[in-house]
């Protein structure tokens, strides 16, 4: 008697049919969505017709090491070319300083950059191309960089701004100090330069609909 070979094909192709709809019953659609995230205020930096960068310590530890840029030039330069106005340095003049009502409607920088670092030796762990445990000893440094900076209306005293930001850098194993430096730097200036203007931010969200 002749076998019927189509009987295991059809019941492949009804089980097929049986997970396909009961997946596709299974399966949500969703819907992406662009969801504006909270601003923060710029800094008021464009609100003065004048600018004065004042008292700012510029600490490193420890203090064998000197770096070769300055938070100084960062608003003196770069920040006051963003501006489009000057931005003139006097190095000791602080809110309390006697001198700063004849600045007149300026607004008055003040702050501080803080650095720390440090060098260890650790135990380098590796495999041998037959197995076997290889220990070496390496070099690696941690940084830790903090901006402060707090803004005054020169005319009448009064705090109107503040902006920080940390940034670190944890057991890299490049240890040219001017660069690790210069890359905190950067990180920490670069937020500030952030904060002049307020741009709004969008974030992608997936919502769930029937």
């Given at each position: 008697?002749?076998?019927?070979?189509?009987?295991?094909?059809?019941?492949?192709?009804?089980?097929?049919?049986?997970?396909?709809?009961?997946?596709?019953?299974?399966?949500?659609?969703?819907?992406?969505?662009?969801?504006?995230?909270?601003?923060?205020?710029?800094?008021?930096?464009?609100?003065?017709?004048r600018v004065i960068l004042g008292s700012f310590t510029e600490t490193v530890e420890p203090g064998e090491y000197s770096p070769g840029v300055h938070?100084?030039?960062?608003?003196?330069?770069?920040?006051?070319t963003l501006i489009e106005k000057p931005i003139r340095h006097v190095p000791d003049l602080t809110p309390d300083s006697a001198s700063l009502a004849s600045y007149g409607p300026a607004l008055l920088i003040t702050g501080s950059l803080k650095t720390r670092f440090n060098q260890r030796n650790v135990i380098n762990e590796t495999r041998s191309r037959f197995g076997d445990l290889m220990r070496t000893f390496k070099d690696v440094q941690n940084w830790?960089?903090?901006?402060?900076?707090?803004?005054?209306?020169?005319?009448?005293?009064?705090?109107v701004a503040e902006f920080s930001a940390?940034?670190?850098?944890?057991?890299?194993?490049?240890?040219?100090?001017d660069f690790n430096y210069r890359?905190?730097?950067?990180?920490?200036?670069?937020?500030?330069?952030?904060?002049?203007?307020?741009?709004?931010?969008?974030?992608?969200?997936?919502?769930?609909?029937?």
């Open positions: 008697m002749k076998k019927n070979n189509s009987l295991p094909a059809a019941r492949a192709l009804s089980v097929s049919l049986f997970l396909l709809l009961a997946l596709g019953g299974c399966m949500d659609t969703y819907m992406r969505v662009s969801v504006p995230l909270p601003t923060e205020d710029p800094l008021p930096l464009a609100e003065y017709s938070i100084r030039n960062f608003f003196t330069d770069d920040v006051a830790e960089m903090r901006l402060e900076v707090t803004m005054f209306n020169a005319a009448t005293r009064e705090k940390t940034r670190e850098l944890k057991g890299v194993e490049n240890t040219d100090r890359k905190l730097y950067n990180q920490v200036t670069d937020l500030f330069v952030n904060r002049l203007t307020t741009r709004e931010r969008q974030q992608d969200r997936f919502l769930l609909t029937e």
